[in-house]
Structures are given as C-alpha cells and as structure tokens.
C-alpha cells in the first residue's frame, strides 16, 4: 500500500529521534484515512462485478502501525513501491486470503 512516507524519511527522521519505531511505522489511522477513498471504489467494484480485492495494507498493519520495514530491511523502494523484499512478504501472507477467496465460489 501507498503509505506516504519514503525511506529517506524514516532514514531522516530516524536519526533525528534516534528510533525507527516512530519515524519507519506510520499510524495505521493515518494508513486508512489516506487510503480510505481508493478503498471505498475499489469495495464498490468488487460489489458490482463479484470480484475479490485484497488490501495489501491489512497486511501490513497492525492495529496501531504500518510496517515500513521487517527487521531492518526496508520493504518499500519509494513512498508508493514495495521493493522485492516487500513484494515476497505481501505475496506470502496474500496466499491464504486468496485460498479462501477462490474457496468461496
């Protein structure tokens, strides 16, 4: 998901703080409001056309923080792009929902 905040950020912000916990895990609540909008649309498709959709930042979020990096391995490319790292965890933990999905029909 598209969380809005590039490495250099947390890179920057981190050595300002002195921890990656608050400047690399962005607050879910910010998360869902700035994703809230493509979210609505892409739920409204899914209705219309039966299709499943998985969100890639129910993944990655937890109740209070967004995962920017696993470890100290950075998951995102840019502001918007998972790297390969990032891809392979997302793709991992996207296996079971579309089992379930395709278990559905």
Same mark, same amino acid.
Request: charged share 25%; with cysteine.
């Given at each position: 998901?598209?969380?809005?905040?590039?490495?250099?950020? @947390?890179? &920057? #912000?981190?050595?300002?703080? #002195? &921890?990656?916990?608050?400047? %690399?895990?962005?607050? &879910?609540?910010?998360?869902?409001?700035?994703?809230?909008?493509?979210? /609505?649309?892409?739920? /409204?498709?899914?209705?219309? &056309?039966?299709?499943?959709?998985?969100?890639?930042?129910?993944?990655? @979020?937890?109740?209070?923080? %967004?995962?920017?990096?696993?470890?100290?391995?950075?998951?995102? #490319?840019?502001?918007?792009?998972?790297?390969? #790292?990032?891809?392979?965890?997302?793709?991992?933990?996207?296996?079971?929902?579309?089992?379930?999905?395709?278990?559905?029909?």
């Amino acid at each position: 998901p598209e969380l809005g905040v590039s490495k250099m950020d @947390c890179v &920057t #912000r981190a050595m300002s703080t #002195r &921890t990656a916990k608050e400047a %690399c895990y962005p607050k &879910t609540s910010e998360v869902n409001a700035f994703l809230e909008p493509s979210k /609505q649309i892409l739920s /409204q498709v899914s209705k219309r &056309t039966g299709s499943k959709v998985i969100f890639p930042d129910e993944l990655l @979020c937890g109740d209070l923080t %967004c995962a920017l990096m696993d470890g100290s391995t950075y998951l995102y #490319r840019d502001d918007d792009h998972m790297n390969k #790292r990032g891809s392979i965890i997302v793709t991992n933990k996207m296996s079971i929902p579309l089992l379930d999905a395709f278990a559905d029909k």
